[in-house]
């Protein structure tokens, strides 16, 4: 009889690495799939935002207004660039001598 119960046991505790076995399997299935179609999604709708101009010429404006944007930046940039060079110069005269 304790024989029989201790196999018993035995499958029980089998069965449950089973059932949680395949469970882990099934979420993990499950997740993949819903992280995959997430990222689908994604990318469609970056897809579908790209090309917002409607014309030629509408781009054409906007890359330039983009542009006009980039080169003020890098104007503002360039100068404070020179400021440090000549305060690179003075200091180096002054620490020559």
Request: net charge positive; proline share 1%.
């Amino acid at each position: 009889m304790s024989l029989n119960l201790d196999q018993m046991r035995k499958e029980k505790v089998k069965n449950q690495k089973i059932f949680w076995f395949l469970t882990f399997i099934v979420g993990s299935v499950a997740f993949g799939s819903y992280y995959y179609n997430l990222e689908e999604q994604t990318i469609k709708n970056v897809n579908s935002q790209l090309g917002t101009c409607q014309t030629p010429e509408e781009a054409y404006r906007e890359t330039q207004k983009a542009l006009h944007l980039i080169s003020a930046q890098l104007n503002s940039g360039m100068k404070n660039v020179n400021k440090l060079k000549e305060y690179d110069q003075t200091t180096r005269k002054i620490f020559k001598k």
